[in-house]
T-cell receptor, first 112, second 112 residues
């Protein structure tokens, strides 16, 4: 069974802290994605990666960076957390068959 | 870049009636259009998709139609049931395994 896991379901951090959100997939697929989900704004793409060491900016990359050192792991980094980064963060991996982006359970991040 | 608009943002339908959600996209190069369903507290999951070489696709009570000329596509749910209550997202991409641009979502409520 396909599996995408995220390191935390809930996270509370202070303004200015460096935050790491981890995502691991067991599908041996190259394509991985980070989204944030906010009410009324849908799912917005932050960064994506099509291969190890490769990363591409999505639609809202400002304030974020990513790391893809291994195929199965894609990390989202908030260099200096701010209150406007309070959100639900969803990681996804592309499965191939079916042609689906399989989402992780999400991390609800609160920055105070 | 691609822009996907989705309407309505909320929809209430009597159980047994039909529901229709509409999306428009801006990039004529987009050729893959999936729909995701997100139940409360759960991850988004693919429910149906359509490629630009097809005008309509059905899967039991759900169907998707695509009008390439007008650049819009729609989700149709017939004989709605309480378990259809969820948030639905449309999306578009240039290639099925590449990044998706999502709409802002429609909260569908089925009234018993």
């Amino acid at each position: 069974d396909v599996k995408v896991t995220q390191s935390s379901r809930y996270l509370v951090k202070r303004t200015g802290e460096k935050v790491f959100l981890e995502c691991v997939q067991d599908m041996d697929h190259e394509n991985m994605f980070w989204y944030r989900q906010d009410p009324g704004l849908g799912l917005r793409l932050i960064y994506f990666s099509y291969d190890v060491k490769m990363k591409e900016k999505g639609d809202i990359p400002e304030g974020y960076s990513v790391s893809r050192e291994k195929k199965e792991r894609f990390s989202l980094i908030l260099e200096s957390a701010s209150t406007n980064q309070t959100s639900m963060y969803l990681c996804a991996a592309h499965t191939g068959t079916p042609n689906e982006q399989y989402f992780g359970p999400g991390t609800r991040l609160t920055v105070t | 870049g691609e822009n996907v608009e989705q309407h309505p943002s909320t929809l209430s339908v009597q159980e047994g009636d039909s529901a229709v959600i509409k999306c428009t996209y801006s990039d004529s190069a987009s050729n893959y259009f999936p729909w995701y369903k997100q139940e409360l507290g759960k991850r988004p999951q693919l429910i149906i998709d359509i490629r630009s070489n097809v005008g309509e696709k059905k899967d039991q009570r759900i169907a998707v139609t695509l009008n390439k000329t007008a650049k819009h596509f729609s989700l149709h749910i017939t004989e709605t049931q309480p378990e259809d209550s969820a948030v639905y997202f449309c999306a578009a991409s240039k290639n099925g395994n590449e990044k998706l641009t999502f709409g802002t979502g429609t909260r569908l409520t089925i009234i018993p």
